[in-house]
């Protein structure tokens, strides 16, 4: 692509798909957003010509395309959404972007762009949230995949997103955030974060580079986001008992401790837990191997 032009929201998908090793045509992929009564739209990304079967959530700071090279991996129908506060998704005035707040907006999507049944997949926040989501909506669930998060981590657990997070809220240029990230040790390697980065960023007319999550322009993650541990187990004593199948996903370098993992199994049983070598956005890590767990 030449240097004077911008690239296109899905431009990236054909070097993204070299990486997992997809040969053929690209998946169809469409952008879609939800107007919603009393809160903000939802925007997400459809992928593939069926209905998905498929639903993915990402986690603080992040947007629906830290999972492109997952699907493309995975090669099934699927929607991917930015959560409330991220990537295309509206802002809440309340600021109040928690698991059981971020479930009411996930469950309109899922009601309106999936015929129920779905695997339900999400990553450190977006784990949290699909749990409420299962929980409130066995109907929708198929099983639930919970990516490097239990509702026992904390923000001391998850110290490594809290302090990035925290930190500049504008930049001089967009290299200035992958740099940051780099020593930070988040995403595959310079190129990915490239991508990431012009994902989950906008110019201002001033030229300075801003995220467009609310996280920075609110000083860094919501004391919300991991406030209320006691609803958040309330919520998985709930999947238990629907009978909904659980896969913990534990990254070998991510925040979920071999402590962590003993409370979860205790908590939930018939969990089947795997670990998968990569850091904590595994998505963007080790793309591939996460894509193989995702149950039929």
Same mark, same amino acid.
């Given at each position: 692509?030449?240097?004077?032009?911008?690239?296109?929201?899905?431009?990236?998908?054909?070097?993204?798909?070299?990486?997992?090793?997809?040969?053929?045509?690209?998946?169809?992929?469409?952008?879609?957003?939800?107007?919603?009564?009393?809160?903000?739209?939802?925007?997400?990304?459809?992928?593939?010509?069926?209905?998905?079967?498929?639903?993915?959530?990402?986690?603080?700071?992040?947007?629906?395309?830290?999972?492109? @090279?997952?699907?493309?991996?995975?090669?099934?129908?699927?929607? /991917?959404?930015?959560?409330?506060?991220?990537?295309?998704?509206?802002?809440? #005035?309340?600021?109040?972007?928690?698991?059981?707040?971020?479930?009411?907006?996930?469950?309109?999507?899922?009601?309106?762009?999936?015929?129920?049944?779905? !695997?339900?997949?999400?990553?450190?926040?977006?784990?949290?949230?699909?749990?409420?989501?299962?929980?409130?909506?066995?109907?929708?669930?198929?099983?639930?995949?919970?990516?490097?998060?239990?509702?026992?981590?904390?923000?001391?657990?998850?110290?490594? !997103? /809290?302090?990035?997070?925290?930190?500049?809220?504008?930049?001089?240029?967009?290299?200035?955030?992958?740099?940051?990230?780099?020593?930070?040790?988040?995403?595959?390697?310079?190129?990915?974060?490239? $991508?990431?980065?012009?994902?989950? @960023? $906008?110019?201002?007319?001033?030229?300075?580079?801003?995220?467009?999550?609310?996280?920075?322009?609110?000083?860094?993650?919501?004391?919300?986001?991991?406030?209320?541990?006691? $609803?958040?187990? #309330?919520?998985?004593?709930? !999947? !238990?008992?629907?009978?909904?199948?659980?896969?913990?996903?534990?990254?070998?370098?991510?925040?979920?401790?071999?402590?962590?993992?003993?409370?979860?199994?205790?908590?939930?049983?018939?969990?089947?837990?795997?670990?998968?070598?990569?850091?904590?956005? /595994?998505?963007?890590?080790?793309?591939?191997?996460?894509?193989?767990?995702?149950?039929?």
């Amino acid at each position: 692509m030449p240097p004077d032009e911008t690239p296109g929201e899905f431009d990236f998908l054909a070097a993204e798909a070299a990486e997992v090793g997809r040969t053929g045509p690209l998946p169809a992929v469409r952008r879609v957003e939800l107007e919603l009564p009393d809160a903000p739209p939802v925007s997400g990304l459809l992928w593939g010509d069926g209905p998905p079967e498929v639903v993915l959530l990402h986690g603080a700071g992040l947007n629906a395309h830290t999972f492109d @090279t997952t699907v493309l991996a995975l090669g099934r129908p699927a929607l /991917v959404l930015d959560l409330p506060g991220h990537g295309r998704s509206g802002w809440r #005035s309340d600021a109040d972007y928690s698991p059981p707040t971020n479930a009411a907006a996930v469950i309109a999507a899922l009601d309106a762009w999936t015929g129920g049944g779905v !695997v339900l997949l999400g990553q450190s926040l977006g784990g949290l949230t699909a749990l409420v989501v299962a929980a409130r909506r066995p109907d929708l669930t198929r099983s639930l995949v919970m990516v490097d998060i239990t509702p026992g981590v904390t923000a001391q657990d998850s110290a490594q !997103v /809290v302090e990035f997070l925290a930190g500049p809220s504008e930049f001089a240029s967009r290299d200035e955030i992958v740099e940051m990230a780099l020593r930070f040790g988040l995403g595959s390697g310079r190129e990915a974060l490239q $991508r990431g980065v012009f994902h989950n @960023t $906008r110019i201002r007319p001033d030229g300075r580079v801003v995220f467009v999550h609310h996280f920075a322009h609110l000083g860094g993650l919501s004391p919300t986001v991991l406030s209320d541990r006691d $609803r958040l187990w #309330s919520a998985a004593d709930e !999947v !238990v008992g629907a009978g909904i199948p659980v896969l913990l996903v534990r990254a070998s370098d991510g925040f979920v401790s071999e402590q962590r993992v003993a409370e979860f199994r205790e908590r939930v049983p018939a969990a089947r837990v795997v670990q998968v070598q990569a850091g904590h956005n /595994v998505q963007e890590q080790a793309a591939a191997a996460l894509a193989a767990l995702i149950p039929v």
